[in-house]
T-cell receptor, first 114, second 112 residues
């Protein structure tokens, strides 16, 4: 039973560029959430997708956008990258929207901005 | 807005001993869930234990148990018979009608 998979594992970009991160949820899960984890901090919620729509959004600018596909996989896009966007980006999947259900996390994508 | 506070940035414990990690939270909701997640150096967040606020009985999972004090808004994690593999960052998290909110974490070291 495959868990949550994220790609790529590590990415290096320069300021102003755009990036796309990908996530496949755990089998049987229909909801995907994205988090940003800065070094030495806890994860911060970016947004959650359910039934191919963004259902909840955290305090992140519009440069952060996403998408969910019919097979429940998801993408996180970040435009006009800033140095402060350097972080570990975590994807989590769950069954049903909201934050009451246990979320299963992937290994994350480490994004470095030069 | 909900907040989660972990007041212990670092803790250490001798192998086979017991350690308690603290967590407090702030909310106006009456129905919610609390979680402890473990993040080893491999980066993957792993769910350790989950507590439903409407249940008075403290959750337990093998060597892991919680002390949930709803009135005090306190949710501590007790690890018994600590093992070297327990060394990791531990995050307390709140889940309810709002997105999951995490504390800043406690780094646990286990001394052989």
């Amino acid at each position: 039973d495959a868990g949550v998979t994220q790609s790529p594992t590590h990415l290096i970009k320069t300021r102003g560029q755009q990036v796309t991160l990908r996530c496949s949820p755990k089998s049987g899960h229909d909801t995907v959430s994205w988090y940003q984890q800065a070094l030495g901090q806890g994860p911060q919620f970016i947004f959650q997708y359910y039934e191919e729509e963004e259902r909840q959004r955290g305090n992140f600018p519009d440069r952060f956008s996403g998408h969910q596909f019919p097979n429940y996989s998801s993408e996180l896009n970040v435009n006009a990258l800033l140095l402060g966007d350097s972080a570990l980006y975590l994807c989590a999947s769950s069954l049903g929207q909201g934050s009451n259900q246990p979320q299963h996390f992937g290994d994350g994508t480490r994004l470095s901005i030069l | 807005a909900q907040t989660v506070t972990q007041s212990q940035p670092e803790m250490s414990v001798q192998e086979a001993e017991t350690v308690t990690l603290s967590c407090t939270y702030d909310t106006s909701e009456s129905d919610y869930y609390l979680f402890w997640y473990k993040q080893p150096p491999s980066r993957q967040m792993i769910l350790v234990i989950r507590q439903e606020a409407y249940k008075q009985q403290n959750a337990t999972e093998n060597r892991f148990s919680v002390n949930f004090q709803k009135a005090a808004k306190s949710f501590s994690l007790k690890i018994s018979d600590s093992q070297l593999g327990d060394a990791a960052m531990y995050f307390c998290a709140y889940g309810g009608n709002t997105p999951l909110v995490f504390g800043k974490g406690t780094r646990l070291s286990v001394i052989a």
